[in-house]
């Protein structure tokens, strides 16, 4: 698409800081740029850790959402899962009712700056608590966010599955190499647990790299890194095609207006197989516009996007950021901006060497 004028994406730009109801990703708050086009208002949030190659991805999705619109959906309703952080086990209850009629929960293991042991044992316990907040049938699925060896990996997977079936695990490992250790490991264990790969995706110049090499049996995909939603059409069709790969469309921690661009996302997938991680909303202590409401375990994607159609200035106003920090953002915002127009000057992707 045209590239706008940098005028033009930073003129109604409002920079937010959202608070969260409890640590997570070691957040206490999200912040985030809303950016106003043509079709409506978009979100960019790189992590404060991505270089400027990573947040031109996200921009540029940002850019499709506020000056193209979402694709064209085929389905009414999205399917969401919970999503838990490191809590404790009796804090569980309350974060899965938070996601009314879910009966898919992702639990965060491998919590950061906890010594190892005892950060198996709490998993253990938390993942048995979501257990029993979902009742029979309910599913869950574990996210490590690489922060497992493959040994410790295998290792802790099996006292997981032991209590019950994994729908998968999600990044347990850091890179691809450890994946595909992992995959063989729990093979000759015996063990059934599908490997989810996202940070391998997201974070990759080959997006398809982790497939290839034979790394993971479920794709989780998330709209900003894979620069708009038909960036992540585009692989999911080559992932489902070519690699017999499902997808899961996820959050990366969004403001509602992120939610529903992931909403509209996956309601253009021709299958959709696994409960997409959007209910995130559920994590905020505040929001820039309506929460997206979770309807018998499904997000409705009209609701979606008439919830942030129209963003109340009010609401803008306050989780508005700090003088400072907004200046921060918007020189970033400026820098992806000037990386793009050099891509597209270049004949280049927005990442380095054309990546994706």
């Known amino acids: 698409m045209p590239l706008p004028a940098q005028d033009d994406v930073l003129g109604e730009a409002r920079v937010v800081v959202v608070p969260l109801r409890t640590r997570f990703r070691?957040?206490?708050?999200?912040?985030?740029?809303?950016?106003?086009?043509?079709?409506?208002?978009?979100?960019?949030?790189?992590?404060?850790?991505?270089?400027?190659?990573?947040?031109?991805?996200?921009?540029?999705?940002?850019?499709e959402a506020a000056w193209v619109g979402p694709p064209a959906p085929v389905r009414a309703a999205v399917p969401v899962n919970a999503t838990?952080?490191?809590?404790?086990?009796g804090e569980v209850a309350d974060v899965v009712a938070?996601?009314?009629?879910?009966?898919t929960a992702k639990v965060k293991v491998a919590e950061p700056g906890v010594?190892?042991?005892?950060?198996?044992?709490?998993?253990?316990?938390?993942?048995?608590?979501?257990?029993?907040?979902?009742?029979?049938?309910?599913?869950?699925?574990?996210d490590a966010n690489g922060g497992?060896?493959?040994?410790?990996?295998?290792?802790?997977?099996?006292?997981?599955?032991?209590?019950?079936?994994?729908?998968?695990?999600?990044?347990?490992?850091?890179?691809?190499?450890?994946?595909?250790?992992?995959?063989?490991?729990?093979?000759?264990?015996?063990?059934?647990?599908?490997?989810?790969?996202?940070?391998s995706i997201r974070r990759a110049a080959d997006p398809l790299a982790v497939v290839r090499a034979g790394a993971a049996d479920v794709a989780v995909l998330k709209v900003p890194p894979l620069g708009g939603a038909r960036g992540l059409l585009a692989l999911?069709?080559?992932?489902?095609?070519?690699h017999g790969v499902p997808v899961v469309v996820s959050s990366a921690l969004d403001t509602s207006v992120g939610l529903a661009a992931g909403v509209?996302?996956?309601?253009?997938?021709?299958?959709?197989?696994?409960?997409?991680?959007?209910?995130t909303g559920s994590l905020l202590a505040a929001d820039v516009a309506g929460p997206l409401v979770v309807v018998d375990g499904a997000l409705d994607v009209a609701a979606a996007t008439a919830a942030t159609a129209d963003l109340s200035p009010a609401r803008l106003d306050a989780v508005a950021a700090r003088a400072d920090v907004a200046a921060a953002w918007r020189e970033r915002l400026g820098r992806?901006?000037?990386?793009?127009?050099?891509?597209?000057?270049?004949?280049?992707?927005?990442?380095?060497?054309?990546?994706?």
């Open 115 to 142: 010594e190892p042991a005892r950060a198996d044992a709490e998993d253990v316990d938390r993942v048995a608590a979501v257990r029993s907040a979902l009742g029979p049938g309910g599913r869950v699925r574990v």
């Open 148 to 199: 497992w060896s493959p040994e410790r990996a295998a290792r802790v997977l099996a006292a997981l599955a032991a209590q019950g079936p994994l729908e998968y695990a999600e990044q347990p490992c850091a890179d691809v190499a450890g994946l595909v250790d992992l995959r063989a490991r729990l093979a000759a264990a015996g063990l059934d647990v599908p490997v989810a790969a996202d940070e």
């Open 236 to 242: 999911a069709e080559v992932l489902r095609r070519d």
């Open 98 to 103: 938070r996601v009314p009629g879910a009966r």
């Open 336 to 356: 992806a901006w000037r990386r793009l127009a050099t891509a597209s000057r270049t004949g280049g992707g927005a990442g380095s060497a054309g990546a994706r």
């Open 264 to 279: 509209r996302a996956a309601a253009a997938l021709p299958d959709l197989a696994h409960a997409c991680g959007l209910a």
């Open 26 to 63: 070691g957040l206490l708050a999200r912040e985030a740029v809303l950016l106003r086009g043509p079709a409506g208002w978009a979100e960019w949030a790189p992590f404060a850790e991505y270089d400027d190659d990573e947040a031109a991805w996200w921009l540029l999705a940002a850019l």
């Open 84 to 89: 838990v952080p490191a809590l404790a086990p």
